[in-house]
């Protein structure tokens, strides 16, 4: 079963700096998608980006970027000129490529600050 | 405008009773998920459907069960069998069950025993 580990439960960020969140995962998949989601203190889960995996070229929108390391399997998130806004738990994501819905593993989640 | 609308936004249980979670979509997905979050730990799927009139266990289905009669809705109802329903519930769509697709959350309700 795939796996998915954010090996950051809390960092924190000043505002206008950039941060980096950190995401792996196990799979023996070669085709797959993944993604980071933003839960911010609402509640309400927000897709921040989504990455697919037969794509070499990382995922941006807007601050939003990725670093999507498949040998490595490893997939971060950098947020560029943090924003008040920004602070969240962050989710990261991986959805298997067989057609069961049961294919949506996500992490623990890393909490992020954003000090003024 | 689309989206998931899930009620109420609070709901509180008591000792051996059955409760009911609602979630309705206005986006005309096929398949729609429950999640549960606990404190500290990402989200659990407890059932799914992919189509009207059928439904599959999750990882944690124990103490729970779905009905799905109708595209837009697919309510969630937490039994008495489920010995630590304090959570928040999360109700997702998408518009199919296909990889590429991506997750559309509500806002969820948390529950709380009395």
């Known amino acids: 079963a795939q796996t998915v580990t954010q090996s950051q439960p809390e960092m924190s960020v000043q505002e206008a700096e950039t941060v980096t969140l950190s995401c792996t995962y196990d799979?023996?998949?070669?085709?797959?998608?993944l993604f980071w989601y933003k839960q911010p203190p609402s509640r309400q889960m927000i897709l921040v980006i989504r990455?697919?995996?037969?794509?070499?070229q990382n995922a941006t929108e807007n601050r939003f970027s990725v670093n999507f390391q498949k040998a490595a399997k490893s997939f971060s998130l950098k947020i560029s000129d943090s924003q008040l806004g920004d602070a969240a738990m962050y989710f990261c994501?991986?959805?298997?490529?067989?057609?069961?819905?049961?294919?949506?593993?996500f992490g623990p989640g890393t909490r992020l600050s954003v000090l003024p | 405008d689309g989206g998931i609308t899930q009620s109420p936004k609070y709901l509180f249980r008591k000792e051996g009773q059955n409760v009911t979670l609602s979630c309705e979509q206005n986006l005309n997905h096929d398949a729609m998920y429950w999640y549960r979050q606990d404190p500290g730990q990402g989200l659990r799927l407890i059932y799914y459907?992919?189509?009207?009139?059928?439904?599959q266990k999750g990882d944690i289905a124990e103490g729970y069960s779905v009905s799905r009669e109708k595209k837009e809705s697919f309510p969630l109802t937490v039994t008495s069998a489920q010995k630590n329903p304090t959570a928040f519930y999360l109700c997702?769509?998408?518009?199919?069950?296909?990889?590429?697709?991506?997750?559309?959350f509500g806002s969820g309700t948390q529950l709380s025993v009395l």
């Open positions: 459907s992919q189509i009207v009139n059928d439904f």
């Open positions: 990455q697919e995996a037969y794509k070499q």
């Open positions: 997702a769509s998408s518009i199919s069950a296909q990889k590429r697709e991506k997750l559309f």
């Open positions: 994501a991986y959805r298997s490529p067989d057609n069961y819905g049961q294919n949506f593993v």
């Open positions: 799979t023996s998949e070669s085709d797959y998608y």
